[in-house]
Nanobody, 115 residues
Framework: VQLVESGGGLAQPGGSLRLSCAASGFTFSWYDMSWARQAPGKGLESVSAVASDGSITYYADSVKGRFTISRDNAKNTAYLQMNSLKPEDTAVYYC?????????WGKGTLVTVSS
């Protein structure tokens, strides 16, 4: 199983970024996918999740209404569209999948929100 995040970078407050998570090594369409983040000096925070068929989504209160999770099962890729970014969204963002009871994580992509 391999999860590779991309799309992080520097954004201004109020700006947008789109993160991608390219998955391989498992049947992507069978499994829920999620995003979590870790801000500097803080613990890991669950941000969003999407069901295997995309029909159900979850958002943390801190990002609800600003972030949108989606997936393309044909491309084995999950996405996190982040709008109206705030400085407190600054963090390393990780993609996650639990496959056959094993928790897999990508290496993360850094998002910095600053003027």
């Amino acid at each position: 199983v391999q999860l590779v995040e991309s799309g992080g970078g520097l954004a201004q407050p109020g700006g947008s970024l789109r993160l991608s998570c390219a998955a391989s090594g498992f049947t992507f369409s069978w499994y829920d996918m999620s995003w979590a983040r870790q801000a500097p000096g803080k613990g890991l925070e669950s941000v969003s999740a999407v069901a295997s068929d995309g029909s159900i989504t979850y958002y943390a209160d801190s990002v609800k209404g600003r972030f949108t999770i989606s997936r393309d099962n044909a491309k084995n890729t999950a996405y996190l569209q982040m709008n109206s970014l705030k400085p407190e969204d600054t963090a390393v963002y990780y993609c996650n999948a639990v496959v056959l009871g094993v928790d897999y994580w990508g290496k993360g992509t850094l998002v910095t929100v600053s003027s």
